[in-house]
């Protein structure tokens, strides 16, 4: 359906595609092990570990818009004497044999918050575990048309919160600052109960309130997303200040609420194809 890029070194027919209003679907062709959830979303230029760092799981994204391209062979053949130009990333084949055999008129937007919902569906990931393993993740799509919107609003929800865009409030989630006051940096990290301690070069100690074990050990691709971003601070002794807490306590919070969205997507039930 969507036209995608194996990622390596950053190649100027997907640079472009990010330097107006976009977004990116990031998924890999491979897995190494039982367990799928090598998805994840983008709004810039990303590299090929996004996903995962396990061998042979190399990130591939999908642009939900191209600009001035122009479909030659079934693949792409892109030219960019106008940035404007803007187009849905979609195959002929998609268009033809899925939406306009529709009995409403879905946006992008809306396609891909679809697709993205089921792929953040535990039944999903289950039933389809054995050709998730070995080929890019092929997505049944809804022609009920209340069940198609009811996937894309969980689905834009995911968005979203993975973009750290309209991410709600959450009053159980608090952060005690501990005597921080200004730059400091982050020498060990701990999670004990619903608690995240953080402790600092200076001997102080960073407190976060409200984070349950599942979202502390939640993860997409290869990677627990609260882990991976405090220890990559750590080995690289990068100052931090009060408005990189704020960032994590908005990942926390995004976290928490990507478990939520997905046990609602749960209760969707089983997709109408026909």
Not at 78 to 101: M, P, R, V
Not at 118 to 128: E, F
Not at 223 to 244: G, H, M, N, Q, S
Request: proline residues 3%; aromatic residues 12%.
């Amino acid at each position: 359906m969507l036209w995608y890029r194996r990622l390596g070194r950053p190649a100027e027919n997907i640079v472009t595609h990010f330097e107006k209003e976009n977004v990116g679907l990031c998924f890999t062709r491979q897995l190494l092990g039982d367990k799928w959830q090598n998805v994840f979303v983008t709004d810039t230029i990303i590299d090929g570990c996004t996903v995962s760092l396990k061998s042979r799981e190399w990130t591939y994204i999908a642009p939900l818009y191209f600009y001035n391209g122009k479909e030659h062979k079934d693949m792409l053949e892109l030219e960019f004497t106008d940035k404007g130009a803007k187009y849905a990333n979609f195959s002929q084949n998609f268009i033809q044999n899925y939406i306009k055999k529709l009995k409403f008129e879905p946006t992008p937007e809306e396609i891909l918050a679809y697709i993205y919902a089921v792929l953040h569906s535990a039944s999903y990931r289950t039933k389809y575990i054995e050709f998730l393993k070995t080929d890019f993740p092929a997505v049944p799509m809804a022609t009920n048309e209340a069940q198609f919107r009811q996937y894309a609003s969980l689905g834009q929800q995911l968005i979203d919160l993975h973009l750290l865009k309209n991410v709600p409030d959450d009053a159980d989630i608090r952060v005690s600052l501990g005597g921080v006051d200004g730059f400091f940096t982050i020498k060990s990290i701990s999670h004990r109960g619903e608690m995240l301690y953080l402790e600092t070069t200076e001997g102080k100690t960073i407190a976060y309130s409200g984070v349950p074990q599942a979202a502390y050990d939640f993860e997409i691709g290869s990677y627990r997303p609260i882990e991976k971003w405090l220890k990559y601070r750590i080995k690289d002794r990068v100052t931090l200040d009060i408005a990189d807490l704020n960032h994590l306590k908005q990942m926390l919070i995004a976290i928490k609420q990507t478990i939520e969205v997905m046990a609602e997507i749960e209760k969707v039930g089983e997709l109408s194809q026909r």
